[in-house]
């Protein structure tokens, strides 16, 4: 089992590599278990659900932190309330 820290340390890549590797070893445990044969350890199916379930919350995190940064970086001011005065004669004609 991994910490939450110690897989926050873990570049991008990693954590890809390190949850491709959880999900195939337990895809592995699961048919273990379906065919009859006991697992070695009992907890350890749940342990490294547990440890995808965390490496799947720390892509999120950066997801939303990486659309955040965009977010902050695009945004345009808003434009005044007020109108200039070719504007308000545009209006008018329309009318």
């Known amino acids: ?20 590797d959880l999900e195939l070893e337990l895809m592995k445990m699961n048919t273990q278990v379906a065919t009859g044969t006991p697992p070695k350890n009992a907890g ?10 965390r490496l799947k919350l720390l892509e999120q995190l950066s997801r939303a932190q990486i659309r955040a940064s ?11 309330k007020t109108s200039t005065p070719e504007q308000k004669e545009a209006v008018q004609a329309k009318k």
């Open 1 to 20: 089992m991994m910490k939450f820290k110690e897989l926050a340390q873990m570049s991008a890549e990693e954590r890809k590599r390190k949850q491709r």
């Open 44 to 53: 350890t199916i749940s342990r490294m659900k547990k440890d995808i379930a």
């Open 70 to 80: 965009v977010n902050i970086r695009s945004e345009v001011p808003k434009a005044s």
